[in-house]
């Protein structure tokens, strides 16, 4: 069946570093990959997608590729804000109609 | 439109009364989608509509669970005979007909359920 992986654990970074969140896939077929953020006390947003092989999603600073040979689609921002301190998931869909999501990661950005 | 909402935003429980949340999707979307989320997890999908059809269920909704879209618009998910482990976040999300893989849904702030 169609899974998602993320790297395990909370992430703690000092505000402008540099960010990596590791998301890789199982799926049939050529799903589209999704990067959800949940601020503290909201709900789930989109961040940013991409619907094919090598598409980059970018939104808000943040950025994701699609590889699909390695089938990963890592997050990554440049330089963080303390505003950014939210869990982050990653999540699929290969066309019927079901998202799946990873476990998420609480990204904690410390001034 | 202000995006989807639902209500209630908290729900206290006791163990084996039913329970009953409503969802009101952004208005123009077609589709509409229930996940569970418990804690330390991603959200896990239940059930969704498109229109007032319930067009697939997940292996996690139980019998009982129900879930209704009268005329395609609101939607309520029911909790019958509450266990302790229905105890979550309960999600509610909306998109347009072209589905999830071309544009992601939308998603409400939840119902946090508690079965006490």
Not at chain 1, 17 to 41: D, E, H, K, M, R
Not at chain 1, 71 to 97: I, M, P, R, W
Not at chain 2, 2 to 27: A, E
Request: glycine content about 10%; hydrophobic content about 30%; proline content about 4%.
């Amino acid at each position: 069946g169609n899974s998602v992986t993320q790297m395990e654990g909370p992430v703690t970074l000092s505000e402008e570093a540099f960010l990596t969140i590791n998301c890789t896939y199982t799926a049939t077929g050529y799903p589209s990959l999704f990067w959800y953020v949940q601020y503290p006390g909201e709900g789930l947003q989109l961040l940013l997608k991409a619907t094919k092989a090598d598409d980059k999603g970018s939104n808000k600073g943040f950025e994701a590729t699609y590889r699909k040979e390695t089938t990963s689609f890592h997050l990554e921002k440049g330089s963080v804000q303390v505003s950014d301190s939210a869990v982050y998931f990653c999540a699929l869909s290969d066309g019927n109609n079901r998202l799946a999501f990873g476990k998420g990661n609480q990204v904690v950005v410390i001034p | 439109d202000t995006g989807v909402s639902q209500d209630p935003r908290h729900k206290i429980t006791k163990r084996g009364q039913n329970v009953t949340f409503r969802c009101d999707p952004i208005s123009e979307h077609n589709r509409l989608y229930w996940y569970r989320q418990t804690l330390g997890q991603g959200p896990e999908f239940l059930t969704y509509f498109q229109n007032e059809a319930q067009l697939e269920k997940s292996r996690l909704l139980s019998d009982r669970f129900s879930a209704e879209r009268p005329k395609g618009s609101f939607s309520t998910l029911e909790i019958q005979r509450t266990e302790q482990g229905d105890s979550a976040m309960y999600l509610c999300a909306s998109s347009l007909a072209m589905g999830q893989g071309a544009q992601g849904a939308f998603f409400g702030q939840g119902t946090r359920l508690t079965v006490v």
